[in-house]
């Protein structure tokens, strides 16, 4: 059984950081790519940044040149390194499991908040 559990959200003033993990179990882990995504109440779950087994990845517009994705193979875990976040980044963070860089897959994390608020 696929598990991913989320870990590391919390409440951040603008300009801060943050570092979510996923830690998976129950896959081939390198076998999978990797996401993050985010919901805000009332929006859509929108991609936030993939990568894959090989480190190639990507990323939505918003994030660029703040957000990194690196995944830890030997760990199974998957991170996501957040700078200079904005209120507009506030949303619950999930991970996700894929065949591919292109597409969420079936697995999901229960998601961890990221408030970002002075």
């Known amino acids: 059984q696929v598990q991913l559990v989320e870990s590391g959200g919390g409440l951040v003033q603008p300009g801060g950081s943050l570092r979510l993990s996923c830690a998976a179990s129950?896959?081939?882990?390198?076998?999978?790519?990797m996401g993050w995504y985010r919901q805000a109440p009332g929006n859509q779950r929108d991609m936030v940044a993939r990568?894959?087994?090989?480190?190639?990845?990507n990323y939505a517009d918003s994030v660029k040149g703040r957000f990194t994705i690196t995944r830890g193979n030997a760990k199974n875990t998957v991170y996501l390194q957040m700078n200079n976040l904005k209120p507009e980044d506030t949303a619950v963070y999930y991970c996700n499991a894929a065949g591919n860089l292109y597409a969420a897959g079936p697995y999901w994390g229960q998601g961890t908040q990221v408030t970002v608020s002075s």
């Open positions: 990568v894959n087994s090989a480190g190639a990845t």
């Open positions: 129950g896959m081939i882990y390198t076998s999978y790519a």
